[in-house]
């Protein structure tokens, strides 16, 4: 299994950033994704 895990790892897109991302920045993005794939009110 760790052969496939190192093969993938130069495409893993997520880990190769020391940097943390700018929570301002990237806030808008993830509340129109929420928005197109959530309903306004979820029911549990």
Not at 27 to 44: E, G, K, M, Q, T
Request: cysteine-free; proline content about 9%; aromatic content about 24%.
């Amino acid at each position: 299994m760790f052969r496939w895990v190192r093969k993938f790892n130069p495409f893993d897109l997520y880990t190769k950033s020391d940097k943390v991302p700018d929570l301002e920045a990237v806030l808008p993005y993830y509340h129109d994704l929420v928005a197109n794939f959530f309903p306004s009110r979820i029911w549990w």
